[in-house]
Antibody
């Protein structure tokens, strides 16, 4: 069964940092582009970032560019999102997802709360 | 990249058909046949319902169908059931090589 499981969320103060992880299983992780998508409380889905199969290419939404870094470890079947200089507006559930031309599957999400 | 435009809410009675629109531009919806649709129940992760405009993944009911005309894609749910009450989001590949989601539509079964 194809599965994604996020971890690393929590409460962090404005200006702080957090690293999210996403453990993949049930498929050949190194063959797929992987993405992060977030959803603020009561709001819609927003695309955040993506990384190529071998990690050689990355893209970011303008709202996180320069503050977030996506990476992957294909040997560990794990996707990461390093989040620095966090702001209140980064508060959201963060989902990792596998992408071909569509997003499937999705992890259960991990909640990041930025608050003092 | 601006979000694709969806109606905030759509409602229908059990057994009826409803259609949700998703309007973008020639740089996303209109430029590629890479539109997908997702269903999200409260507190749950999104679930893929339609990919590449009109294809259904294995296990998704054939009551769900997708189409596209110009810069607008549509999701139709026929034979509406109580379990279809959820939020629905469209998504499209964009000319910048990234993806964009729609604003989301809350479907209510009356």
């Amino acid at each position: 069964e194809v599965q994604l499981e996020e971890s690393g969320g929590g409460l962090v103060q404005p200006g702080g940092s957090l690293r999210l992880s996403c453990a993949a299983s049930g498929f050949t992780f190194s063959s797929y582009w992987m993405h992060w998508v977030r959803q603020a409380p009561g709001k819609g889905l927003v695309w955040v970032s993506r990384i190529k199969t071998d990690g050689s290419s990355t893209n970011y939404a303008d709202s996180v560019k320069g503050r977030f870094t996506i990476s992957r470890d294909n040997a560990k079947n794990t996707l990461y999102l390093q989040m620095n200089s966090l702001r209140a507006e980064d508060t959201a559930v963060y989902y990792c997802t596998r992408v071909v031309r569509w997003f499937d599957p999705w992890g259960q999400g991990t909640l990041v709360t930025v608050s003092s | 990249q601006s979000a694709l435009t969806q109606p905030a809410s759509v409602s229908g009675s059990p057994g009826q058909s409803i259609t949700i629109s998703c309007t973008g531009t020639s740089s996303d919806v209109g430029g590629y046949n890479f539109v997908s649709w997702y269903q999200q129940h409260p507190g749950k992760a999104p679930k893929l319902m339609i990919y590449d405009v009109s294809n259904r993944p294995s296990g998704v009911s054939n009551r769900f169908s997708g189409s596209k005309s110009g810069n607008t894609a549509s999701l139709t749910i026929s034979g509406l059931q109580a379990e279809d009450e959820a939020d629905y989001y469209c998504s499209s590949y964009t000319s910048s090589g990234t993806y964009v989601f729609g604003t989301g539509t809350k479907v209510t079964v009356l």
